[in-house]
């Protein structure tokens, strides 16, 4: 009688690279010391003492601070707490990160003595850092910058957008709480925070729409008139329509809103002499409006003018001459030819425009600092997103609102530029003539 021979189960075979793994994970430079890098082995565990002996109270008083915000008035401080506890949370990802290469490096080194290879001496180990890692340490200072000067205010102000923190709960006197989506919940909730949020998101993006389209279309414009042969003194005109991108944007704007004043401005006495009567220009939201737009279609129609101008050099005549031969008209070949063509070149720098001009903060507060008034509302009739954030924080201290606030203007213009960049030709693989 056959008896059936039951194969018995392997065991999982746990050679050196599981052990140094296992090791590192105990501690750094463990796993080092396994696979006989006793240099290597003893810097990384000297390195982890320092990390924690240093860290320690930051990441004991941080961790404590940014869930609590403080228990006691005057002698805690939310927002230092607060503050402390993300800059504990990103020294805590570099320190994990740095464990990880380490069991990963224990891993690799553990393998190549299975391999019956020899682990890497302090002098290779040196090379391997100076050659194949010499992009990291360019990088290096960098990125350091980089996640203090960007990610940590990032960090903070979405932070904020979660806790109370106003004029009313101002620390040390005050503490700060944690208040979840109540911020949000409020924004939406609230007449006077949602009639005020609503009113200033459409104009917003009205003001986004109407300035880019049109200083892009005028520099379009001009650009195609000034490239046509039968037009003397090109470079004349060119210089002169481009010059008010030479003077500073802020310049400008101060001078327009002295042009447009309603008692002694320029403007309005031009037009009384004709006839026509003065005009509200910083009193009455409409045309405050429609000021603002004026002057940022002469601030940005010149930056439009010499890339479409630049770009039109580089149309190939042939393309024109063909459409001649086949009968097709001005208008023709400026739809078929021209627009397409600029489009297709100018759509990314397009998109930066529509995102520029989204937090253009500049044109807004400088002219009439988003006034005038109205009743009923926390923001000005021609605030937009960004100016309104500004007002927010500055003039009535409602930090909580403004993070909140600066939270949705992210997400819009993070939501719609990635939406641009990927309907645009410009960022597909594929040829523009077929």
Not at 47 to 65: C, I
Not at 359 to 387: C, H, M, W
């Given at each position: 009688?056959?008896?059936?021979?039951?194969?018995?189960?392997?065991?999982?075979?746990?050679?050196?690279?599981?052990?140094?793994?296992?090791?590192?994970?105990?501690?750094?430079?463990?796993?080092?010391?396994?696979?006989?890098?006793?240099?290597?082995?003893?810097?990384?565990?000297?390195?982890?003492?320092?990390?924690?002996?240093?860290?320690?109270?930051?990441?004991?008083?941080?961790?404590?601070?940014?869930?609590?915000?403080?228990?006691?008035?005057?002698?805690?401080?939310?927002?230092?707490?607060?503050?402390?506890?993300?800059?504990?949370?990103?020294?805590?990802?570099?320190?994990?990160?740095?464990?990880?290469?380490?069991?990963?490096?224990?891993?690799?080194?553990?393998?190549?003595?299975?391999?019956?290879?020899?682990?890497?001496?302090?002098?290779?180990?040196?090379?391997?850092?100076?050659?194949?890692?010499?992009?990291?340490?360019?990088?290096?200072?960098?990125?350091?910058?980089?996640?203090?000067?960007?990610?940590?205010?990032?960090?903070?102000?979405?932070?904020?957008?979660?806790?109370?923190?106003?004029?009313?709960?101002?620390?040390?006197?005050?503490?700060?709480?944690?208040?979840?989506?109540?911020?949000?919940?409020?924004?939406?909730?609230?007449?006077?925070?949602?009639?005020?949020?609503?009113?200033?998101?459409?104009?917003?993006?009205?003001?986004?729409?109407?300035?880019?389209?049109?200083?892009?279309?005028?520099?379009?414009?001009?650009?195609?008139?000034?490239?046509?042969?039968?037009?003397?003194?090109?470079?004349?005109?060119?210089?002169?329509?481009?010059?008010?991108?030479?003077?500073?944007?802020?310049?400008?704007?101060?001078?327009?809103?002295?042009?447009?004043?309603?008692?002694?401005?320029?403007?309005?006495?031009?037009?009384?002499?004709i006839g026509l009567g003065a005009i509200p220009w910083l009193t009455d939201p409409f045309w405050t409006k429609v000021a603002i737009l004026l002057i940022q279609f002469w601030l940005g129609f010149p930056f439009n003018l010499a890339?479409?101008?630049?770009?039109?050099?580089?149309?190939?005549?042939?393309?024109?001459?063909?459409?001649?031969?086949?009968?097709?008209?001005?208008?023709?070949?400026?739809?078929?030819?021209?627009?397409?063509?600029?489009?297709?070149?100018?759509?990314?720098?397009?998109?930066?425009?529509?995102?520029?001009?989204?937090?253009?903060?500049?044109?807004?507060?400088?002219?009439?600092?988003?006034?005038?008034?109205?009743?009923?509302?926390?923001?000005?009739?021609?605030?937009?997103?960004?100016?309104?954030?500004?007002?927010?924080?500055?003039?009535?201290?409602?930090?909580?609102?403004?993070?909140?606030?600066?939270?949705?203007?992210?997400?819009?213009?993070?939501?719609?530029?990635?939406?641009?960049?990927?309907?645009?030709?410009?960022?597909?693989?594929?040829?523009?003539?077929?």
């Amino acid at each position: 009688m056959d008896t059936l021979q039951v194969q018995p189960s392997t065991e999982r075979n746990w050679g050196p690279r599981h052990r140094a793994a296992l090791l590192s994970a105990l501690s750094m430079g463990l796993g080092q010391m396994y696979n006989r890098q006793w240099v290597k082995g003893i810097l990384l565990f000297v390195l982890q003492l320092s990390y924690l002996g240093v860290f320690y109270d930051l990441f004991n008083m941080g961790l404590w601070g940014i869930v609590t915000l403080g228990t006691k008035p005057f002698r805690d401080h939310s927002i230092q707490l607060l503050a402390e506890g993300i800059i504990a949370l990103i020294l805590l990802a570099f320190g994990l990160f740095c464990y990880i290469l380490c069991i990963r490096d224990a891993y690799r080194v553990g393998r190549m003595r299975e391999q019956g290879l020899r682990p890497p001496g302090v002098w290779d180990t040196y090379r391997a850092v100076t050659d194949k890692g010499y992009p990291y340490l360019l990088i290096a200072p960098g990125l350091f910058l980089l996640v203090f000067v960007v990610l940590f205010p990032l960090l903070f102000m979405v932070l904020l957008a979660f806790t109370n923190f106003d004029l009313y709960h101002w620390p040390p006197a005050k503490l700060v709480d944690w208040v979840g989506f109540s911020n949000f919940v409020q924004l939406f909730q609230l007449e006077i925070w949602r009639n005020s949020f609503f009113n200033v998101m459409s104009w917003t993006v009205v003001w986004t729409l109407v300035s880019t389209t049109v200083q892009f279309a005028l520099g379009l414009l001009l650009s195609v008139l000034l490239n046509l042969e039968r037009v003397k003194g090109k470079k004349l005109f060119r210089t002169i329509l481009i010059l008010p991108w030479a003077v500073p944007s802020f310049v400008s704007v101060l001078v327009f809103a002295g042009m447009f004043n309603d008692d002694f401005g320029p403007i309005n006495q031009m037009l009384e002499a004709i006839g026509l009567g003065a005009i509200p220009w910083l009193t009455d939201p409409f045309w405050t409006k429609v000021a603002i737009l004026l002057i940022q279609f002469w601030l940005g129609f010149p930056f439009n003018l010499a890339l479409c101008t630049g770009i039109l050099q580089t149309i190939p005549a042939d393309l024109y001459e063909a459409a001649e031969v086949d009968g097709a008209t001005p208008w023709q070949k400026l739809k078929d030819i021209t627009l397409p063509l600029v489009l297709y070149a100018t759509a990314p720098l397009l998109i930066v425009q529509y995102a520029g001009n989204f937090n253009n903060f500049t044109v807004i507060y400088l002219f009439n600092k988003g006034g005038p008034a109205v009743p009923g509302q926390t923001a000005g009739g021609s605030d937009i997103l960004i100016s309104w954030v500004f007002k927010l924080t500055f003039e009535t201290q409602k930090f909580n609102y403004a993070a909140a606030v600066s939270i949705i203007i992210g997400v819009i213009v993070a939501v719609l530029a990635v939406w641009q960049f990927r309907q645009t030709r410009s960022f597909k693989e594929e040829d523009l003539i077929q």
